[in-house]
DNA sequence: ACCTGAACACCGTTCAAGT
DNA sequence: ACCTGAACACCGTTCAAGT
């Protein structure tokens, strides 16, 4: 049955909310190229100039868009474990949140600012490092590290599978190339982390 | 004066190279985002479907570019000390190359395949890790954490300048604030190449 | 205050037509 | 084989006009 007037409820007054909702969910379906203001309005029964009045311009929504896909992800409690246990828990939720959006995480790799729900993590994650006796200043540049591993690991599986180049004149990779995707993602993901955080720990 | 057939010497043959180099300059100058197929083609003083003859579509255009950007980057010798020096020399000489191109090294960011010129770069980064002993599966998975710290640290200072949220609800983001950006840029590119390595060798 | 249609200045890509 | 102008189907954003 298809929509009309009588079968569908008042339309909804357009909303910051709700423009930010529905971007979310366009990207989770066809991806951060293909969602365009225009689209936005049309899934909202609007103008693509009616989004102007909530919204500064499209890389604003992405970036709200972003905030949103995080903005459920429980920060762990006591429970979960010592600061390392509770700090893999975290990346691993923020992961979760942003891979459950198509290729939303892409807007965090090139975008540095954050929302309100992104500082929210970024606060934790910090704190979570000093707990476990890191120095402030590691801790601080270590964040970066752990936003882009975040960002790229939500983005696994999202690329375009590499066209296979003739290895030949590349030999350690030749030999190498099977194990390039040996695992799982959440493995390869759980394996990186620890990489970070035991270099991490190793400066003085 | 304007010109005109007569001042003008003869339009050099349009070749996948030359719009490769057209395309890595703009970049440079205007940022991906701003260099369209058109603003190319003018350049290159003709017509944006005579790219086409030449490259399948923007894309690969972008990528070709990227490749570009790393080709006369110079692999280490032994004359530049044992195999984490060489290592540590490849990274900073392959992110020199790339930052000197304006936000080129977005396109490794979020599009995964390399070209040969990328693969020459990453073939020796393997060969190395491998020359310090590190297990042939953990130097397959570190290659992504490179490929991403390369990626990133071309990218500092490229960013927009984050507008100063209020940090107030972030107590421990707020207190470390200062630090994020201590440094120089090179300092914290280094520091975090450490933290990667001094990560890789803690793996059993 | 909020929304809209129409317009502006662009895009990437294709294709028939030219040389 | 290579190049071109024109066209197609889009973009983000602005703005006068409506309610």
Known sequence: MVDSPR???????????????????LVGELGCAAVSMRRVAQALDTAAASLYVHIADRDELMRLAHDLA???????TGADGDWRDRLELLVTRTVAALAR?????????????????GLRI???????????????RA??????????????A?????????HRDDLAPYPTLRELA???????????????????LDGLLAQP
């Open 7 to 25: 079968t569908r409820p008042a339309k909804p007054a357009l909303s910051r909310d709700s423009i930010v909702t529905a971007t979310l969910g």
């Open 70 to 76: 995080v903005r459920d992800v429980d920060l762990p």
């Open 101 to 117: 959006h198509g290729d939303i995480a892409a807007v965090g790799l090139t975008d540095a600012a954050a929302g309100p729900a």
């Open 122 to 136: 970024i606060d934790e994650l910090l704190r979570l490092m000093r707990d476990g006796g890191i120095p402030d």
């Open 139 to 152: 801790c601080a540049w270590a964040i970066d590290l752990l936003g882009q591993h975040i960002a790229a």
């Open 154 to 162: 939500a983005l696994e599986g999202t690329a375009t599978p590499t």
């Open 178 to 196: 099977p194990l390039l995707t040996s695992g799982t993602p959440d493995a390869r993901a759980r394996w990186k982390l620890r990489v970070l």
